[in-house]
């Protein structure tokens, strides 16, 4: 069964920083391109990152450029979002979703359930 | 960057047909992606590449893409359709991916 399963949400402080792992099973993990989503509370999905199957290439939404950092770790099968400097317009429900493809983002097959990050001090 | 414009809502009665628009510049030139997303869940891919169903959709979805719009038609709407429905692209010269605003689907 194809599993994917975040972690690392919570509360986060303006200005400051959470990593989040999406960890998966069930396929072959080192093959496909991988991307964050996120909802805000009764909003729409909002793409975030993206990121190749090697791990060579990575994609940003203009919103998250130069404070988000997308990571991969294929012998652990784990992916990551490294969230820097914070804001109030970050809070969400961040979710991670497994590509079609191997080299970009086409289309995203499979979602996890997601993780919550609220950013207030 | 490019912007995908979806109607904020549809109502259907059940047994039938909702359409729900996603327009776009020239977005017959993009591949069009459909998810749907119920309450408390994660979205679910429903058609991809304009028409194609992934396995397990039932053959009640459907997509089509034209000049400006693109198109998800559910027949023989069911309660269970009531959910809210993304269309989404991947746009090259931006090198993003890029949602619609979304559209709650009512069945009357």
């Known amino acids: 069964e194809v599993q994917l399963v975040e972690s690392g949400g919570g509360l986060g402080q303006p200005g400051g920083s959470l990593r989040l792992s999406c960890a998966v099973s069930?396929?072959?993990?080192?093959?496909?391109?991988m991307s964050w989503v996120r909802q805000a509370p009764g909003k729409g999905l909002e793409w975030v990152s993206s990121?190749?199957?090697?791990?060579?290439?990575?994609y940003y939404a203009d919103s998250v450029k130069g404070r988000f950092i997308i990571s991969r770790d294929n012998s652990k099968n784990t992916l990551y979002l490294q969230m820097n400097s914070l804001g109030a317009e970050d809070t969400a429900v961040y979710s991670c979703?497994?590509?079609?493809?191997?080299?970009?983002?086409?289309?995203?097959?499979?979602w996890g359930k997601g993780t919550t990050v609220t950013v207030s001090s | 960057s490019y912007v995908l414009t979806q109607p904020p809502s549809v109502s259907v009665a059940p047994g039938k047909t909702a359409r729900i628009t996603c327009g776009g510049s020239?977005?017959?030139?993009?591949?069009v992606h459909w998810y749907q997303q119920k309450p408390g869940q994660a979205p679910v891919l429903v058609v991809c590449?304009?028409?194609d169903r992934p396995s397990g959709i039932p053959e009640r979805f459907s997509g089509s893409n034209s000049g400006n719009t693109a198109t998800l038609a559910i027949s023989r709407v069911e309660a269970g359709d009531e959910a809210d429905y993304y269309c989404?692209?991947?746009?090259?010269?931006?090198?993003?991916?890029?949602f619609g605003g979304g559209t709650k689907l009512t069945v009357l």
């Open positions: 990121m190749s199957a090697s791990g060579e290439t990575s």
């Open positions: 979703a497994k590509d079609r493809d191997p080299f970009g983002v086409v289309y995203m097959d499979v």
């Open positions: 020239n977005i017959v030139r993009k591949s």
């Open positions: 989404q692209v991947w746009d090259s010269s931006s090198d993003q991916v890029v």
């Open positions: 590449d304009d028409s």
């Open positions: 069930g396929f072959t993990f080192s093959s496909y391109a």
